[in-house]
């Protein structure tokens, strides 16, 4: 199987992330070049990166699908938790990360250009990331990882995502997304030390070196 991926696409790191923690060694890494040009919805109608090649012709698209997809055939390393209550924490974090960080974060990519900012759309989608700040920071827990004691979706989908926070955001001139949530904000900071984080987080680093050199 090939996973379509890029090094600075945040759903692509977060399933990378899903698997080096489960230590899946028969995937490869690979772009199509359709992608670069702009037709890679030739190759998956959706369109977008992540898209997991199954076999040639059978792609699946969209990180979350892909995730579940990966937990079921690999079941070994489970990352969704060991009971009911554990998954649906999991997943909730894991859908606040998606749909209210990271979709909001996208749609606001526009307004990162002073020149053409329209103030008031920027300003509706900082609300909304402030919102699902909010969100996150009621439902995170308060040790090493979101939920529980282990490493799960729920990190897999918050590393890329406020890594997001961090480096995007700022850049719309509106406050940083964690500084009024203190338990998101030291969870970043005891994350990065987890070995699998660094590894995604640097390969967004350097995707996003080559995106400020011209090089990707
Ligand atoms: N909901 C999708 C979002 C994927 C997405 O937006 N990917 C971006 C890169 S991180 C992309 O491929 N953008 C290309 C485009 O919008 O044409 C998922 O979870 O996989």
């Given amino acids: 199987m090939k996973l379509h991926t890029a090094d600075l696409s945040p759903y692509s790191a977060k399933v990378r992330m899903q698997i080096y923690a489960k230590r899946i060694t028969d995937i490869s890494f690979d772009l199509d070049p359709s992608f670069r040009q702009g037709k890679f919805s030739d190759f998956s109608p959706i369109g977008r990166i992540p898209a997991l090649e199954i076999a040639e012709g059978n792609v699946i698209p969209e990180s979350e699908v892909i995730a579940e997809y990966l937990e079921e055939i690999y ?112 969870y970043w900071q005891k994350i990065q030390e987890n070995d699998i984080a660094a590894k995604v987080i640097a390969e967004m680093n350097r995707g996003m070196q080559a995106r400020l050199d011209g090089t990707e």
């Avoid at 759309?121 to 990331?129: E, G, K, N, S």
């Avoid at 529980?148 to 918050?158: I, N, P, V, Y």
Wanted: net charge negative.
């Fill in 75 to 186: 079941p070994e390393h489970s990352m969704l938790g060991a009971d009911a209550e554990v998954r649906a924490q999991v997943r909730t974090i894991s859908r606040i990360a998606d749909i209210y960080l990271m979709n909001n974060i996208f749609m606001a990519l526009p307004q990162l250009n002073r020149k053409t900012r329209v103030d008031a759309v920027r300003d509706v989608f900082a609300a909304q990331i402030t919102r699902g700040m909010g969100a996150l920071e009621r439902h995170i827990g308060d040790g090493e990882f979101a939920v529980g004691d282990t490493l799960t979706m729920a990190d897999c989908t918050l590393v890329p995502a406020l890594w997001m926070c961090q480096h995007t955001v700022p850049r719309l001139d509106v406050p940083a997304p964690m500084d009024d949530s203190p338990k998101v904000a030291a």
